[in-house]
């Protein structure tokens, strides 16, 4: 808020604050990532050379912060400094927060050039792995070259088996039971078609 008044026949800008409001309360990641600095250095100055900022201005950010919450974020013992209890459930919940955002611009470049990495393997059956997969998994390939492939011609019991001692991260084939501990998706299916030489009896 503001009022308009004169001083000295000059217009001048009166501004309002409230009591609650203070500098830096705007920019909440940087209060966040000075916080979780100083709680790992235990020291603003280190905190604030890791953020390449003067000490005066990491410890203003973490005074405001403390101020915005109504507590004390750290015992302070001369250069060396300590989370109080309440600095120890606010760094639990800030530092995750703080990570994904400084490794964010990676994590987003990885994912726009698709550089996912690993290992798949398949269980399929013989027709499956014949007929069925290799244009999924020319595709997929295409789509991340990154990505080590490793069939096995097994399906059913085998199959099943497999999936349970985590040697496999996937069967394609038909469900000889239901299981309670596997998640399944149809991905195909057929229509019975009988097939008889012409002058057979069933035509």
């Known amino acids: 808020m503001f009022s308009i008044g004169f001083f000295n026949d000059r217009l001048i800008w009166i501004m309002k604050t409230s009591s609650k409001r203070f500098y830096y309360r705007q920019n909440r990641l ?14 603003i100055s280190r905190a604030a050379e890791s953020m390449f900022l003067s000490q005066p201005t990491a410890s203003l950010l973490v005074g405001a912060l403390e101020k915005e919450l109504e507590v004390s974020l750290f015992e302070r013992h001369g250069p060396r400094i300590n989370l109080t209890p309440e600095g120890r459930i606010l760094h639990a919940l800030a530092q995750p927060l703080v990570e994904r ?46 990505v080590e492939f490793h069939l096995h011609n097994l399906t059913g019991r085998d199959g099943t088996a497999m999936l349970r001692a985590n040697e496999a991260d996937l069967m394609v084939g038909t469900m000889p039971e239901r299981a309670s501990d596997m998640g399944y998706y149809p991905v195909f299916s057929y229509e019975p078609v009988l097939m008889t030489p012409i002058d057979h009896p069933l035509t």
């Open 30 to 43: 940087k209060q966040l990532r000075a916080f979780c600095y100083a709680a790992q250095t235990e020291s």
């Open 101 to 146: 955002l400084e490794t964010l611009p990676e994590v987003f470049m990885e994912q726009c050039t698709n550089k996912v990495t690993g290992r798949l393997v398949v269980a399929a059956g013989e027709s499956t792995l014949l007929y069925i997969l290799p244009d999924v998994i020319e595709e997929f390939s295409r789509l991340y070259p990154q």
